[in-house]
């Protein structure tokens, strides 16, 4: 008997801030082949709705704290605005996408990050326990498509911003044990760049021992070393397959299994 | 075979502009037995918001018109923040919650109301096909409880606002099919009031006759007037119970069978 295959799919900030390249993602993703979820970023209309309503946006070595107006401003902005509206979107191209938090039957438990030695705020951290899998399986088994966004809770009433990278990555690991799992992150560029400035530049295959090698040149820029991280977890815990490609490339590599970007590997060099 | 009972409570506005209100409400639901399904208005919160970001609030006979502005923050507050810190609550009394606009699994599918005579905006009115039982049976079915916000969508894309007290009333029926409906109206007062100045003039018992004739002797405010005509229409259409209630009174009403407040009948005096 052959394990079913699910694919995960992660959509980068930047993709939503642009609603044409968002529309023609949805469209993509709504034709993708069998088992997926969709996870999804916040992008810049949360900063613009703190801007508008005068909150002062706290950022510590270029991360934003999460005081409790911004926590809010978060999830009205991932978990109503911009979820509902993929979903809606979803749903006209025939998708039968479900929008969900963490706190939507308990998909998402996650820990409230320990305040030192700097007090991010109501930002929630991941554990091996966090993913309901018993929960999202109900929903693939009746044909729904989950769209997560990026707020999650500690079930105890408290909702909490998590970063959806990592989301995805869980959400991979934990059903990697019942699934052959394809974790995709698919943003703005081609895959990992050598050269941002190029992208044409980017790294067909990536191994943990030349990421280590990039990483000491100072060659991969800090918003992709998390992502990175990310993927080689995934496949050290189990997920079969981890590509970081263009948001126009999911159908090329999930229906044809041709595309261009970066996959990563296990082995070594 | 005795038909399966469930207990479908909206709640209103002014209680989730009380925290304290609300959170006690929240307890109490928890603690209703059997399957039940939740439905929340609005409350001050987007008019709030509206106003912190300067977008004017257009009004024509007291009802507020829908345009993209207030449509997105109403998505925001209603579908975001509003179902997301509720479901995050009851998660919290140990009801397993699942948040959903009508987009989510297709639940709610509503038709743009038309522009003519007045053009009220991106508001959705229900149809007898509105309500997509069958979904909502697979949450029922697996132990979760359904807690609806008041956007739906047109399965074109567009989400659209829904009035909350419709939107229970047609749940109740569209279940009544297979199941014993009790539909109940909770909000800040006890009932239906003889004298809006006196919580304890409250109606026990009211038919359709009655109705009409406090209807005509101007006793009934306009608030209440859509909300007695979608309790009537529940009745005629196969909901087995309606009750109008203060928010604090739905654990005796539901668990104990003792209550006071008003129950809509469609006997004849």
Do not use: W
Not at 37 to 66: C, N, S, W, Y
Not at 92 to 101: D, H, T, V
Request: with cysteine; glycine share 8%.
């Amino acid at each position: 008997m052959s394990t079913k295959q699910i694919n995960i799919i992660k959509i980068g900030g930047n993709v939503i801030d642009n609603p044409d390249t968002l529309a023609q993602f949805l469209t993509d993703f709504a034709q993708v082949k069998g088992l997926k979820i969709l996870v999804h970023g916040g992008g810049k209309l949360a900063t613009k709705m703190a801007e508008g309503l005068h909150i002062p946006q706290q950022m510590i070595d270029g991360k934003r704290i999460t005081d409790a107006e911004t926590l809010k401003i978060a999830t009205m902005v991932y978990a109503g605005y911009i979820n509902k509206n993929m979903v809606a979107q979803l749903q006209k191209s025939g998708c039968n996408a479900i929008g969900l938090s963490g706190a939507d039957g308990n998909a998402i438990q996650t820990v409230k990050r320990p305040t030192e030695p700097i007090d991010f705020g109501f930002v929630g951290d991941m554990t091996e326990k966090s993913i309901n899998t018993e929960f999202i399986e109900i929903l693939l088994n009746n044909a729904l498509v989950p769209v997560f966004c990026a707020i999650t809770h500690d079930a105890n009433g408290q909702l909490l911003n998590t970063n959806a990278d990592t989301i995805a990555q869980s959400l991979a690991v934990s059903l990697s044990e019942k699934y052959d799992v394809n974790l995709i992150y698919s943003f703005e560029k081609k895959g990992v760049l050598i050269n941002l400035e190029d992208d044409n530049s980017f790294i067909p295959e990536i191994n943990y021992d030349y990421f280590l090698e990039l990483k000491e040149k100072g060659i991969i820029n800090k918003g992709m070393l998390p992502k990175l991280q990310n993927a080689f977890t995934a496949i050290e815990k189990g997920v079969r397959n981890v590509f970081i490609i263009k948001e126009d490339a999911i159908l090329s590599l999930l229906n044809k299994n041709s595309y261009e970007g970066t996959r990563i590997t296990n082995g070594t060099t």
